[in-house]
């Protein structure tokens, strides 16, 4: 089944602890992206990356980084989470180039920093 | 960023009733996407528009993609409960990375 997964669904931690939230895809997609969602604001894109080893920012970076050393996996790291950054996330992937194939999201996870 | 608004922000209506709802930017798009999304799920789209004027259909949904590239409205037409959910409108250029600006969506419900 062609998905887009996110590990951990759910996570509360403590100011300052790094954190890393996974993502994979099985769609062998070149494009894969961060997204953070809060109330009024929809999603906004945190970073994204056009291939392997190649990522670049978003519009809201400040806090994150991201790596993508193999094609079906980009992870997002908060090297020290701050409260502002509870939120929810979400991971996509999308197929290069245009055409009838929109990114395809994973389920979320729910962060929540104290 | 680039910025979409999108109205109404909620909407409470009854079943059978239509819904409209739409999203206006200052700048232009090459796409205009709408997703739904249910309760702890993610985005999941419902049509995606790719050329100004176009106008596409899915079952009990209507978008349009604005002549001017600014705009898109989506329709819905004899709401039933299972439509409850927010709707996010989403726009793209052709810059890099191909991705995605949303609008702050409009949430749905839908009273039997």
Not at chain 1, 6 to 23: F, H
Not at chain 2, 11 to 40: A, H, R
Request: glycine share 10%; with cysteine.
């Amino acid at each position: 089944e062609a998905q887009v997964t996110q590990n951990p669904r759910y996570l509360i931690t403590v100011t300052g602890k790094k954190l890393t939230v996974t993502c994979s895809q099985n769609m062998n997609h070149e494009y894969m992206s961060w997204y953070r969602q809060d109330p009024g604001l929809g999603l906004r894109q945190i970073y994204y990356s056009m291939n392997v080893e190649v990522t670049d920012k978003g519009d809201v970076p400040e806090g994150y980084k991201v790596s993508r050393k193999e094609k079906r996996n980009f992870p997002l790291i908060l090297e020290s989470p701050s409260p502002n950054q509870t939120s929810l996330y979400f991971c996509a992937s999308k197929p290069r180039g245009q055409g009838n194939t929109e990114a395809f999201f994973g389920q979320g996870t729910r962060l929540t920093v104290v | 960023g680039q910025q979409l608004n999108q109205s109404p922000q909620s909407m409470f209506i009854q079943e059978g009733e239509d819904v409209s709802m739409n999203c206006t930017s200052s700048s232009i798009f090459n796409t205009w996407l709408w997703y739904k999304q249910d309760p702890g799920e993610g985005p999941v789209l419902l049509i995606a528009l790719y050329k100004a004027g176009e106008l596409t259909s899915n079952g009990r949904l209507t978008a349009q993609f604005g002549i001017t590239r600014k705009d898109s409205f989506l329709n819905i037409s004899a709401s039933i409960p299972s439509d409850v959910g927010i709707y996010f409108c989403a726009g793209r250029t052709n810059n890099a990375g191909n991705m995605l600006t949303f609008g702050g969506g409009t949430r749905l419900m839908v009273k039997p």
